[in-house]
C-alpha cells in the first residue's frame, strides 16, 4: 500500500495553515487502487481541510499529490472530477423541488438528455445496490435516499476515487449496512476510497488501511482491523494526555443539579436527551464530551432555558427552575454561550453594543422600567472588548464582521463578565486561534477558581481534560456518570464515548 | 460581470438613499409608462408629484394629502413592529373595517345623546374591534402554528362581508329610506371627528398618527420591547436565546398593529368618509405595507413614505381626472415603486462590483 509505484493517490508533505491555525502540516499518506482508506480524527484534526485540497476546493500552501503517478494539483473540483476524483459531502447540496434525475443533471458537466440519463440512474442504482427511483422529487426522500443521489451523482461520473465525509451521520443502521455493501462492491471493483469518520467500529468494519490525524498532522497509520477500537481511539485523541495537576481544592456547595433529565429534541434531526442527571459544585469544572450531534445541542438549551423542562428536574442552588425561561435563569446566576456564535449567541447584523444587551439586560441592570440604559450598554461592550480582547474597530461594528475567534471572545466575554454562579458553555473555543483558545480556558478557569460551578460541554478532549474537574460523556443522548479527571485513562475515555464499543457496554460498565 | 459582494457592516449611506433612488428609478420607468400610453411624461409626473404640494389648488390638495396620509401612516407604523419580527400582519384592511365598525357602532348606539364622552369611547372600541379583529389569527398563530399571513388576508374578506351585512342591516340608517349606509356623523357632533382646523385637514387621525411615529420611534430605539422585536425578526434563535418569547411577540405585535388599523378605521369612518358604507374602505390597510416598506420599517421613514404615497394618490388622482390617465396605469406606477423599492434594498447590505473576467 505504500509504494508509490502501485499507489493511485499519494500525498506528500501537504500543509495548509490559515490565519492562527495550521489546519494540515506536513501530511503524506498513499491509496491503493481499490482501497478502502479511513481518515480518522477527532473534530478540527484537519480531516476536512485534508480532503479539500484533494478535491481542489482549497489549495496546500505547500507538499505536492501524485494521481496514478502524474502530479496532481487540481485548481478547482471540477478538474478533479475531470480526473476521477468524486466526494460525497457530509451536508447535500440538493434541490428539493427538483426530482432525482433533474438534480444529479445539475451536477454534471455536460448531462445527457433526461430520458436517458434517468435509464444510468436506474442502471447504476441497480448495479450498485442502491435502490432509488430518478423521477422522485427530493423533497420527499429520507436523509439515507439523499445521500444515495449524492453518491450516484458522483458513480456516474466513474470515479477512480471517492471520497465520503462522514457518510453514516445521517443514516439508520439498515443504511449504513446499505451503503457498505456498495462500497464494497466498488472496492472489489478497482475504486479507491477516502473514508472519512470518527467512528471506530465502522472504520474497523470497512477499512483497508487507516491515517490517523491529529491537531493537523499524521499521528500514525494502521490496519485498523488489526487494532482493537481502544487502540484506534488512544491513537486519535493521542498518548500525551497528562491532564494538568489542578489543585484540589475544596469545591462548594451543588450550585447546578440535574436529575433525570429527558427532553426531545427542538430541532427534527436532532437527539433527544434521556434521563441524564449530573450535579456540579462551586468552583468546580464539569467537561462533557462526546462526538457531535450527540445532544450537546439539546443539553445546552435545556439548561439555558430556551427549552423548559419539569421544574424539579433542573435545579439551581437548590431551586428547582426547570420551567423557568433564560431571564429567570439569568436572574438566578445561570449563564450560557451556545455553539453556534453567528445568529444563536449573538444577532448577527447587530452591533456588539447591542449584542451585548442581549444576554446582559438582565444581571448587568441595563434596562430600568423597560427603558434601555444605552451609555451603560455601551460601557458594558466596551468592558468586554477591552477585557478579553477583542478585536474591533469599535462597538458600533455589526457582530457579523467580526473574525470567528474575536466573537467567541467577546460571547464568552459577555456571559463571564456578568459575575454568574453558574456557566454552561458549549464548544467555546471552536474554531479559534491557539492564543485565544488559551485565553478563553484560562478565563473559564478563573470563574470557577472565583466560586462559580462550570459545565464545558466540548468535542475537543484535550480542551476538557486540560480544564475540567470531572469528566462525563454525551452519547446518543445520554450521559455517562462523571468521573473525576485525575486518573483517567484513555481506554476509560473510549469507553465513555462509546462510539469504540457500543452503548451497551458504555452503560454496563456504569450502571 | 456584475458581482455582489456582502457588506460586513450595512451601509447607513444607502440604507437611507434606496428609498430616494427607488422614487428616481418610479419617475424614469413610470414615465416610460405614461409615454407609452401616449401622455407627455413630463407632465404626469409634474401633476403627480409636483401640483398637489406647489400647483393652483394646492391650498386644497395640501389638506387632501394630510386626510390620505394619516389612515396610512398609522396603519404602516403598527405593521413595521410586527414586519420587523417577522410577523405578517397582511391583514390591516380587515382591521381597519373592524375597527371602523365597532366604533361607529358603539357610538351610533348612543344617538342622539350629545356627551364628550362619546367620542373617546368609541376610539377605544375602535381600536379593541381592530385589535382583537388581529388577535384572531394572533392566537391562531401561537396556539395551533397556523400561517398568519394567510389567516389575517383572509379575515379582510369576512371583515368586508361583515361592513357590506352592517351597510345594509344592522348599521343602517333608519332615516335613510332604505340606502344602504349608516348615519352621518356630520350631523352627529358628538360622535363626529371634524377638522381641527378648517381647511387643514387636520383631524383627530392626523394627531394620532404623528403620536403612532414618535411613540414608536421611542419604542424601537430605547425600549426594550422594540430591541425584542427587531432581535426576533432578525435572528429568532438568538432572540430565544436572549428570552424573547416568540408568542408573546406574535400576539404583541398583531395586538399592536390591529390595534392602530381599527384607530385609522375610526378616524376615517367618522371624519373624511362621514358614514359606514360598503366602500368607505379605499384600501388603506393594503397599501399602508407598501408604506410601511418604503418606510424602511422606520417610523420617521414611514411618515415621509405616507406622505409620498398621500401625493401618489391625490396627484394620481388629479392626473386622471386633468390628463385622462387610466386609473390601471397609476395603481402601476405607485406597484412600480415597492417594486423599485424593493429591489434597490440590496445595496445597503451588499455592494455591487464590477469584476474583469476571473479572478482566481
Redesign the interface.
Known sequence: MTGTADALLQVEGLTKAYPGVVANSDVSFAVAPGEVHALLGENGAGKSTLVKMIYGLVKPDSGRMTLRGAPYAP?KPSIARQQGVAMVFQHFSLFEALNVAENVALGMEHPPRMGELASRIRQVSQDYGLPLDPDRLVGDLSAGERQRVEIIRCLLQDPKLLIMDEPTSVLTPQEVDILFQTLRQLSAEGTAILYISHKLEEIRALCDAATILRRGKVVATCTPREKSARDLAEMMVGETLTPPARSAKAKGAVALEVRGLSVRSPNPFGTALKDISFAVQKGEILGIAGVAGNGQDELLLAL???VRTGRDIIRIDGQGCGDA???ER?RAGLV?A?E?RL????????SLT?NA???G??RKGL?SR???D?PATRAFAEEIVKRYDVRTPGIW??A??LSGGNLQKFVVGRELSQAPTIVVVNQPTWGVDASAAAAIRQALIDRAAEGAAVVVISQDLDELLEIADRFAALNGGRLTKPRPVQGLTVDEIGLMMGGAHGMEVAHHVHS | MFILEKRPTPSRFWMAATPVLAVILTMIAGGLMFAILGKDPFEAIRTIFWDPLFGEFAFYLRGQLLVKAAPLVLIAVGLSLGFRAGIWNIGAEGQYIVGAISGAAVGLAFFPTESRLIFPVMVVAGALGGMLWALIAGFLKTRFNTNEILVSLMLVYVAQTFLSKAATGFLRNPEGMGFPGSRNFSSFPAAANPELIAGSGVHWGVIAALVAVIGAYILLSRHILGFQIRLAGQSPRAARFAGVSPNKLVLLCMGISGGLAGLAGLFEVTGPAGQISIDFNVGYGFTAIIVAFLGRLNPLGILLAGILMALTYVGGEMASTNLGLPSAAIQAFQGMLLFFLLAVDMLSNYRIRLSLGRAA
Open positions: 485548481p439555558s432555558g430556551e425561561g433564560p431571564d439569568r450560557a451556545p453556534e445568529g444563536h449567541a449573538a444577532a448577527p447584523d447587530m447591542e444587551l442581549l444576554s439586560a438582565i434596562v423597560g427603558f434601555i444605552w461594528v455589526a457579523r464582521a
